[in-house]
């Protein structure tokens, strides 16, 4: 998703207008809205140290806004190859169906992918089995890995949870 879209998807995730979020990160209040409007629609590009700070008003890492290009399936599709040849990601099938897993990286890694990988299942059952919120896994999703996952293994599992 281009950087524009990312923007603009987190400030109204945050209920922020143009101009407040424009203002958070210091351009003056006349020309605020037309800045960020530049932004959320690709025609300018933010700098770094503009999408720090935007990540800082929006609550999220900046990461999180400077997402490879997967707007379009061939997108995608190279941002999968190139997680093969950086991370060990590959596809196999699982009755029937593609599935993407981590067979081992390609490179030493100080965490390899196998480890956030798991992580993030862990977090997606929580969420599924009702341990935790929506809200608390977009929070955490989109802070990764800034927030530290909450321990919710020893809460009481809400009753028409399944139990592991």
Known sequence: MAIGKRIKFFRKRNRLTMKALGMFVGFKENSADIRIAQYESDKKRPRRKLIKGLADALGVVPEAITVPDIDTPIGLMHTLFALEDMYGLTI???YGRPCLCVLSPT??????LQEYL???CTVKMDLLHGRITKTEYDDWRYNYPRIERKKVDDAPAPQNAVHR
């Open 92 to 94: 196999h099938t699982s």
């Open 107 to 112: 490179e030493p890694k100080e965490v390899n």
């Open 118 to 120: 798991e992580e993030w």
